[in-house]
């Protein structure tokens, strides 16, 4: 027995001493790896490395950044201060916050820094890409791209826009059940990519087939840079090459059938702004671009317009205040168009209007001594859609325009507050070209950098109450934008900024304009969802919502 219990203590010891070393050994590999990276420091350079942790070796703090979303930057930016340095897969990284910071590195380009975004995102969008083109290149790329987000590109794209935007609303409204509000916007905002900016027409099947083969690339886009079975990098690959695929024959089509007059996509425009620049295009480089645009026009703006709904819900009193705009410039949809049937919203093609119903309509509209239905507002057609899809359900508007959108003062102070409040992305990288000083620490060459957006929004001075939701800041004289030119700065800024940032802005007014005219939406769960902040910011177990065309009349015709 004594001999039992001689073995079981020996056993025990041993096993605390295997754990004793294990511990041990993990300490000194933790401390040799932030040891390791001290010593990168610029030794001619007397100002220290910003405070910070470097995480645990090759990991860094990798995985806390994923698990813990912004509480990350949060808790480390309260304990080291707006410059502090970590590791993030696979790079040191400084982070930075305060406009003053963001001032220096946004206007830095070129000379101080350069745009590099993680390896993983470099190498699963391509070398041709804008996102990892630098110096003369960049510049080319840039100015061959800006012709894709000209005026007159943004106006030829409208009414496709709202065509796609009505016909994924229609599909809101007509759900047995609550929507997913991000998916369904992934699934809108890729809709826009493919039909409005690349002028793709494929089936439903097809489609639906890319934007998961998409989702794919999305999910792996920020991983860690190992390219071994069953990495993410591994599947973020081969989700790119299998869209490659399946655009290379569209896009070989484009090229054979593409024409300089008449421009309608972006493919179009980028094809004429490279001949003009004298450049020619080839598969590769348009596949690349075909997907870089994806990427651009998909995940923030989901993002933006989940962010966009989620507000209006929890801010009825600004909802409403948009609404009263609409109707003031005319974007409310006509009553005439729509029947009330009880509970059931029938919507009426024109070509249904009796002669009766039309004139009664011009009577009560001589008699009101206005014009409720503008001429240039038609009657609802089940083919509301200009790619030719058809809906059940849908909005009798007029057509939307550049001009009209830019007389919703309001709309656009709402658009812009829930940039500033939820902004998509949390920050942007650089790299370090040389050593330079930043809040009295050094920045190492060849170090990361990564601003923050958000948290420069949340602590930027010029803002009044910045914790609240409040769209009239962006108003009038108040504007407090204009305070400060680097304390808004949801799209970035200096020669990198968001080349499509005006694109995004129109397709968020554009659903805005159409959801509050049109619809009623309410949450179908008791509590709003918290919302998670990488890789872009979204609700955590999605937010759902009902969705029902508005009645506008009461049983008359």
Not at 17 to 34: D, G, K, P, Q
Not at 320 to 328: P, Q
Request: charged share 20%; aromatic share 8%.
């Amino acid at each position: 027995m004594l001999l039992l219990d001689l073995n079981h203590v020996s056993a025990m010891a041993a096993a605390v001493t295997s754990l004793l070393s294990a511990l041990l050994l993990l300490l000194i590999s933790r401390h040799l790896w932030t040891y390791r990276w001290t010593i990168t420091r610029d030794k001619e350079c007397k100002l220290p490395l910003p405070k910070g942790s470097m995480g645990w070796p090759l990991v860094g703090e990798t995985f806390h950044w994923f698990f813990q979303g912004s509480s990350f930057h949060m808790s480390r930016r309260e304990r080291y201060g707006n410059v502090f340095k970590t590791h993030l897969l696979g790079k040191p990284v400084i982070r930075v916050t305060g406009a003053e910071n963001i001032r220096k590195i946004l206007l830095g380009e070129h000379n101080l820094v350069s745009t590099q975004w993680p390896q993983s995102t470099r190498i699963i969008l391509g070398p041709n890409t804008l996102v990892n083109s630098i110096g003369e290149l960049h510049r080319q790329k840039r100015k061959i791209l800006a012709k894709v987000f000209s005026r007159r590109a943004l106006e030829a794209y409208m009414p496709r826009l709202q065509g796609v935007v009505k016909s994924e609303i229609a599909k809101w409204c007509s759900a047995p059940s609550s929507v997913n509000v991000y998916n369904a916007a992934k699934s809108l905002t890729f809709r826009v990519a493919i039909q409005v900016l690349l002028g793709l027409n494929m089936e439903e099947s097809r489609m639906n087939h890319l934007s998961k083969i998409f989702e794919q690339l999305m999910d792996n886009l920020f991983s860690l840079p190992f390219d071994v079975p069953f990495s993410g990098l591994r599947r973020g690959i081969k989700a790119r090459e299998t869209l490659h695929t399946c655009m290379e024959t569209i896009i070989e089509e484009k090229l054979r059938t593409y024409h300089t007059e008449g421009h309608m996509d972006a493919f179009d425009y980028m094809l004429s702004s490279a001949k003009e620049n004298g450049h020619e295009l080839n598969v590769q480089e348009l596949k690349e671009c075909a997907v870089e645009l994806i990427f651009a026009a998909h995940s923030t703006t989901a993002s933006a317009s989940t962010s966009l709904i989620l507000l209006l819900l929890r801010h009825p009193m600004v909802a409403e205040k948009a609404k009263l705009e609409l109707t003031k410039h005319g974007l409310a949809p006509c009553d005439q168009c729509l029947l009330n049937k009880g509970d059931e919203l029938v919507w009426k093609p024109k070509h249904s209007h009796t002669r009766t119903e039309k004139k009664n309509h011009e009577n009560r509209t001589k008699k009101a001594g206005s014009e409720i239905c503008p001429p240039e507002r038609v009657y609802c057609d089940p083919v509301m859609d200009p790619i030719k899809e058809t809906s059940n359900l849908g909005s009798c508007h007029p057509h939307l325009t550049l001009e009209k959108l830019s007389q919703l003062r309001y709309m656009n102070c709402v658009v812009k507050e829930v940039l500033r409040f939820l902004p998509p992305v949390s920050g942007g990288y650089r790299t370090a070209l040389q050593t330079f000083e930043l809040d009295g620490y050094q920045i190492p060459k060849g170090w990361s950098v990564m601003y923050s957006i958000r948290d420069t929004h949340e602590t930027a001075a010029v803002f009044q109450s910045p914790e609240l939701f409040d769209p009239d800041r962006f108003g009038g004289d108040r504007d407090e934008s204009k305070r400060g030119r680097f304390n808004y700065v949801p799209f970035g800024g200096g020669t990198r900024s968001c080349i499509g940032k005006e694109l995004a802005q129109i397709i968020l007014k554009t659903l805005a304009a159409e959801l509050l005219s049109a619809t009623e939406f309410k949450l179908a769960t008791e509590t709003f969802p918290h919302m998670q902040t990488v890789p872009v910011v979204h609700p955590v177990n999605g937010l759902y919502v009902y969705f029902k065309y508005t009645s506008l009349i009461d049983n008359q015709v």
